[in-house]
């Protein structure tokens, strides 16, 4: 069987595959973790409810496994070695966007609490009195099964499956935003998927992004872990921010992380190449 061949057959299966199975997958798999969470709470048994996001994930990355291969994008693909072996160091992106992602949460409960804050302060106290398994295994989860199952659904099947129909630009635009959407801040989770995928076409390997994804994860977790020692503030300690300040820090964390990401990409994004069609880069339209 020719080159083309494939090529063609693989584009043909992309067609019939895209984001409305994916987002079958996601509706199943949050389905299975509340399911399990109710199931547990009408048992009396909180210590199961830790296990509803462990099984979710395992459930969505079956289930993205199995849409990568009908696409044509074999999964193994996704994760080769990334090149060169360098470009392990854009694992340290996590840093900046962990600038970023602690400035925008503080924005948002300050905001929070000078609108509701009775809101913002039970919001503050529910997390801080979470169960210790549950918060354990959603840790555990976020820093290692997490990371990969996202990053093989978002920036791997989606943004090659998009990309193949509109083009490279919107792809990594509509994939961010669904990558925002399914996340609790969405502000902070656009920009961080922007940044992962600058990661995946620089390196090559999602394996880079994954690695970068669990750090930011692991780091948020320990920073949660270490706020939960301590007394749940006063809504008006929460809203008393100094707004100039933090706007200046923002911009600044902005621009650092434009700035590298710029950098490394070149102002050039091009898809790691794949069994089957053309290889799309930002600037390029969609397939004529």
């Known amino acids: 069987m020719t080159t083309d061949v494939v090529a063609t057959r693989a584009s043909a299966a992309a067609e019939d595959v895209g984001g409305m199975e994916l987002l079958g997958v996601v509706v199943v798999a949050a389905i299975a973790a509340f399911g399990g969470a109710a199931t547990a709470a009408r048992l009396g048994a909180p210590q199961l409810k830790a296990l509803g996001m462990p099984a979710a994930y395992v459930l969505a990355g079956w289930g993205t496994v199995r849409l990568c291969r009908r696409a044509g994008?074999?999964?193994?693909?996704?994760?080769?070695?990334?090149?060169?072996?360098?470009?392990?160091?854009?694992?340290?992106?996590?840093?900046?966007?962990?600038?970023?992602?602690?400035?925008?949460?503080?924005?948002?409960?300050?905001?929070?609490?000078?609108?509701?804050?009775?809101?913002?302060?039970?919001?503050?106290?529910?997390?801080?009195?979470?169960?210790?398994?549950?918060?354990?295994?959603?840790?555990?989860?976020?820093?290692?099964?997490?990371?990969?199952?996202?990053?093989?659904?978002?920036?791997?099947?989606?943004?090659?499956?998009?990309?193949?129909?509109?083009?490279?630009?919107?792809?990594?635009?509509?994939?961010?935003?669904?990558?925002?959407?399914?996340?609790?801040?969405?502000?902070?989770a656009f920009l961080f998927a922007i940044t992962m995928a600058g990661l995946y076409v620089v390196s090559g390997s999602l394996l880079v992004p994954m690695a970068a994804h669990a750090l930011y994860n692991l780091a948020l977790t320990v920073s949660a872990l270490l706020a939960k020692r301590g007394s749940t503030p006063s809504a008006a300690a929460l809203a008393n921010v100094h707004w100039v300040t933090m706007a200046i820090e923002l911009v600044g964390v902005l621009a650092v992380l434009a700035a590298l990401l710029w950098r490394v990409t070149r102002g050039r994004w091009v898809l790691p190449e794949m069994h089957g069609g053309p290889t799309p880069e930002i600037g390029a339209g969609p397939p004529a």
């Open 73 to 188: 994008l074999p999964p193994s693909a996704f994760v080769a070695p990334p090149r060169p072996t360098r470009t392990w160091t854009l694992v340290l992106f996590a840093i900046p966007l962990l600038a970023l992602g602690v400035l925008l949460a503080r924005a948002e409960v300050a905001v929070l609490a000078r609108v509701a804050p009775g809101l913002a302060r039970a919001l503050l106290a529910a997390a801080s009195h979470s169960n210790v398994a549950e918060f354990v295994a959603n840790a555990a989860v976020a820093s290692s099964i997490g990371p990969i199952v996202e990053e093989l659904a978002v920036r791997g099947f989606l943004l090659h499956v998009w990309a193949r129909r509109h083009g490279l630009r919107a792809a990594v635009l509509w994939t961010s935003v669904v990558f925002a959407v399914l996340h609790a801040n969405p502000l902070d």
